[in-house]
Each structure stands twice: as C-alpha cells, then as structure tokens.
C-alpha cells in the first residue's frame, strides 16, 4: 500500500548536480555499467556452457553474477536517462519497485556470500563428503532459499516505508530510492521502524558473517595443517570469496548499523556509488582472473570461433 500523500513524484538529486563534470562522470558511468553487463554475463555464459564448471561453487558464482547484473540495472539506466534528459523525477511507483528490488537483491546477495564460503568449507574440510553434502538439490534448495530470504525482507521494508507520509520536500538526496534516504522524507515519527529495520539489518548482515567466520575459520586451521599445492589454491579461492565479502559487508555495515551522526548525504551516495555500480564490476575479475579454471574455459571458447568458423565455410 502506498499512502495518498505519495502521489506526486520524487526528486532524485542524484551525483551529477554535484559533479563538476557531470558529462564527463556520466560516460564513466555508463562505460562501467556495459563492462558489468557484459563481465558478469560472460562469466555466466562459461559456467553454463563449459562442463568442467559445472560444480556447486560455480554455480553459486553465476547466482552472484545474475545478482549483480541485476542490481546495477536497477539504479544506473534511470540514473544516466534521467541526467540525458534533463530529469530528476521518479514516480512513487517506480520508487517503490526500484526500493523492493534492491532490497530483495542486496538481501540475496548476503546469504548467497554465506552460501558459497558453507561451500568452501565442506570442500576443503570435508572432501571426502562434498559430492553427497553439496548436491545438486541441495544447491538449488539453497540459492532458492537465498533468494526467498532476500525477496521477504524486500517486502517487509518497502510495504512498511512506502506507508509514511511524506509531508517534507520530496527530495532524495540519493541517485535512487534507497530505504534510509526515504525515511528521512516522512514528517511522521519513524523511530520505532527505525529501530527495526536497524536491529533487521543486524541480523541480515550479522548471521551470514557468522557462518562466514565460521566457515573460513575452519578452512584456514585446515590449509595450515595441510601444506600442499592444492591447499594453496584453495587459499587462494577463499582469499578472493573474503575479498567481495569484505567489499560488500563492510559497505552494509556502514549504511545500515552505524549511528546516523557518521551519515552525511555524500558520504552516502559515495559508498552506494561504490557497492552498487563498483563492486558488481571487481566480482567478474575477482573470479575470473584469478581462477585458472574459469580462464581455460575462456581460453577454450576463443579457440572454438576460428575452428567453428572453418567449419561452416
């Protein structure tokens, strides 16, 4: 439900009006958005087309991939129309709709991250059982449940924000509907939601650190009494895993625990700026140049094309 007073639309001020090359950053923007786009579907793509990637961690890497695909769609196409067109407005429906899915995604993308190191920790610890631990069902069963998780809170947090009046200036101080940018524009008292939605984001981001502490905990007492080849490609596996998860939970800690006197609309928008159009463009590179497995399967589909071509002539 939406409340009446949010007919009229919202004013998103978005990082151009604050740039003293707004052309200039736009085109960054938009040369970073295709390298998101066609970095993490190629990604997919070799999962899904080399049998060799056919395993659990690549599987839940492409879910990370269509993850982050998503969620730059969301923000940065009405980001860069609305400074092309000389636009700043968005509608309280697409407001809405804008708010769910991100929630729904970055939600996602926090089990999914606890996800892939419980992967990580039976396959290094446990090997022997990983086939039967990590099987397909299992997989999907998973990837589901991140995805239900994320879509639940998304729900919760845009029906209850999308209620409040919104008596104040109907100006974002943010490049798209982002919860705590939102909240801030009801005149009514909005504590008590804060205060739930803060100790909600707690445990969004608490529980999976824990099963990510957890888990790497275990895989690193495990490589230190293992010293071998392999043990040093399963540490570099996980250093890459440890580095998206820092990444991304360090900027969700920011947003949504710490106290609101660290808040200042730029410091805001700089660290959205950052894990929504940033770290969806370091996790294709993260996991693919530094896997050999996914580098061979890319090595292998360029060799195709010519003798594909040869083929047909």
Same mark, same amino acid.
């Given at each position: 439900?939406?409340?009446?007073? !949010?007919?009229?639309?919202?004013?998103?001020?978005?990082?151009?009006?604050?740039?003293?090359?707004?052309?200039?950053?736009?085109?960054?923007?938009?040369?970073?958005?295709?390298?998101?786009?066609? !970095?993490?579907?190629?990604? #997919?793509?070799?999962?899904?087309?080399?049998?060799?990637?056919?395993?659990?961690?690549?599987?839940?890497?492409?879910?990370?991939?269509?993850?982050? %695909?998503?969620? #730059?769609?969301?923000?940065?196409?009405?980001?860069?129309?609305?400074?092309?067109?000389?636009?700043?407005?968005?509608?309280?429906?697409?407001?809405?709709?804008?708010?769910?899915?991100?929630?729904?995604?970055?939600?996602?993308?926090?089990?999914?991250?606890?996800?892939?190191?419980?992967?990580?920790?039976?396959?290094?610890?446990?090997?022997?059982?990983?086939?039967?631990?990590?099987?397909?069902?299992?997989?999907?069963?998973?990837?589901?449940?991140?995805?239900?998780?994320?879509?639940?809170?998304?729900?919760?947090?845009?029906?209850?924000?999308?209620?409040?009046?919104?008596?104040?200036?109907?100006?974002?101080?943010?490049?798209?509907?982002?919860?705590?940018?939102?909240?801030?524009?009801?005149?009514?008292?909005?504590?008590?939601?804060?205060? %739930?939605?803060?100790?909600?984001?707690?445990?969004?981001?608490?529980?999976?650190?824990?099963?990510?502490?957890?888990?790497?905990?275990?895989?690193?007492?495990?490589?230190?009494?293992?010293?071998?080849?392999?043990?040093?490609?399963?540490?570099?596996?996980?250093?890459?895993?440890?580095?998206?998860?820092?990444?991304?939970?360090?900027?969700?800690?920011?947003?949504?625990?710490?106290?609101?006197?660290?808040?200042?609309?730029?410091?805001?928008?700089?660290?959205?700026?950052?894990?929504?159009?940033?770290?969806?463009?370091?996790?294709?590179?993260?996991?693919?140049?530094?896997?050999?497995?996914?580098?061979?399967?890319?090595?292998?589909? %360029?060799?195709?094309?010519?003798?594909?071509?040869?083929?047909?002539?």
């Amino acid at each position: 439900m939406i409340s009446d007073s !949010g007919q009229s639309d919202f004013i998103l001020v978005g990082i151009f009006s604050q740039s003293k090359h707004p052309t200039f950053l736009c085109v960054i923007i938009f040369i970073v958005f295709l390298l998101v786009l066609s !970095g993490n579907s190629l990604l #997919i793509f070799l999962i899904y087309s080399d049998a060799h990637l056919h395993t659990p961690m690549y599987f839940f890497i492409s879910q990370l991939s269509l993850m982050d %695909v998503m969620y #730059i769609s969301i923000t940065v196409p009405k980001m860069l129309m609305n400074q092309v067109l000389s636009m700043n407005k968005i509608s309280t429906l697409e407001c809405g709709m804008q708010m769910f899915l991100y929630v729904t995604l970055g939600g996602s993308e926090c089990f999914l991250l606890a996800t892939m190191a419980y992967d990580r920790y039976v396959a290094i610890c446990h090997p022997l059982h990983y086939p039967v631990l990590m099987n397909h069902r299992l997989c999907l069963l998973l990837a589901s449940g991140c995805w239900f998780l994320g879509s639940v809170d998304g729900f919760m947090l845009t029906s209850i924000t999308m209620t409040f009046p919104f008596c104040r200036t109907r100006e974002i101080h943010h490049f798209f509907c982002e919860v705590p940018a939102i909240v801030k524009l009801s005149c009514s008292d909005t504590s008590l939601y804060e205060t %739930v939605m803060y100790l909600c984001c707690v445990l969004m981001l608490l529980i999976p650190v824990a099963v990510i502490s957890s888990s790497y905990s275990f895989i690193l007492f495990t490589i230190h009494r293992i010293n071998s080849a392999k043990s040093q490609k399963s540490f570099a596996t996980c250093s890459s895993h440890m580095t998206v998860v820092i990444l991304f939970y360090g900027a969700g800690v920011y947003n949504y625990m710490l106290p609101s006197f660290y808040h200042t609309p730029e410091k805001d928008i700089m660290v959205s700026v950052f894990y929504t159009i940033l770290t969806p463009l370091l996790n294709p590179l993260i996991y693919s140049l530094r896997n050999k497995d996914v580098t061979e399967a890319l090595k292998k589909m %360029v060799n195709v094309g010519p003798v594909f071509q040869e083929i047909i002539k």
